[in-house]
């Protein structure tokens, strides 16, 4: 099991570029996240998918849109880059449905310079 | 106020002592609690999660939680220079799929 991967592990953006950055996971598990981390910031969440077909905005969702392609994939897309999203993006899945309370399982993450 | 709060240290400890971490969270409906290990450089992996009141051990390991205080901490025994990281800690309030984290505490185990 891979469990789960993330691409592109780097990349760097000029301002009002646009990209997608890819999430997929293995374990069957049926809720995904996106987090971005900041330093002296934690990790915070931009979005989350409960369930295949579903998306739900997170503490800091502006600028980002996500696509739940199906149970194994979880897409988040950056339309007009800003210097202000410089920062390591995490994909992380866990097996919860609606009500969470369960462990999440966390990708390499993706170190993103936008100049 | 932030969701969950953490000293953000750095925390020094010599090898073989008991390093002591603690959180702090807001929301008293929180049910579900994490604490997270991350090397610099790398992604969170789960060390320990607690549910319940009281203590849980898993090897050097243990996890202690008061709801009424709104407190949890780790406790790392015997600590090692490996041991050297940031720990996460994260509250999930069983009501929904958010999780928040706290900013991590970073600890340094010197030989």
């Known amino acids: 099991n891979a469990g789960v991967t993330q691409t592109p592990k780097f990349q760097v953006l000029k301002t009002g570029q646009s990209m997608t950055l890819q999430c997929a996971q293995d374990?069957?598990?049926?809720?995904m996240y996106w987090y971005r981390q900041d330093p002296g910031m934690g990790l915070r969440l931009i979005y989350y998918s409960a369930s295949e077909g579903t998306t739900d905005k997170g503490e800091v969702p502006n600028g980002y849109n996500v696509s739940r392609l199906n149970k194994r994939e979880f897409s988040l897309r950056l339309e007009s880059a800003a210097p202000s999203q410089t920062s390591v993006y995490f994909c992380?899945?866990?097996?919860?449905?609606?009500?969470?309370?369960?462990?999440?399982?966390f990708g390499p993450g993706t170190r993103l310079t936008v100049l | 106020q932030k969701e969950v709060e953490q000293n953000s240290g750095p925390l020094s400890v010599p090898e073989g002592a008991i390093a002591s971490l603690n959180c702090t969270y807001s929301d008293r409906g929180s049910q579900s609690f994490f604490w997270y290990r991350q090397y610099s450089g790398k992604s969170p992996e789960l060390i320990m999660s607690i549910y319940s009141n009281g203590d849980k051990e898993d090897g050097r390991f243990t996890a202690q939680l008061n709801k009424a205080s709104q407190y949890v901490s780790l406790l790392i025994r015997d600590s090692q220079p490996s041991d050297s990281a940031t720990y996460l800690c994260a509250v999930n309030q069983n009501t929904g799929n958010q999780f928040y984290f706290g900013t991590g505490t970073s600890l340094t185990v010197i030989p």
């Open positions: 992380a899945s866990s097996e919860a449905l609606a009500g969470g309370g369960d462990t999440q399982y």
């Open positions: 374990m069957n598990h049926n809720s």
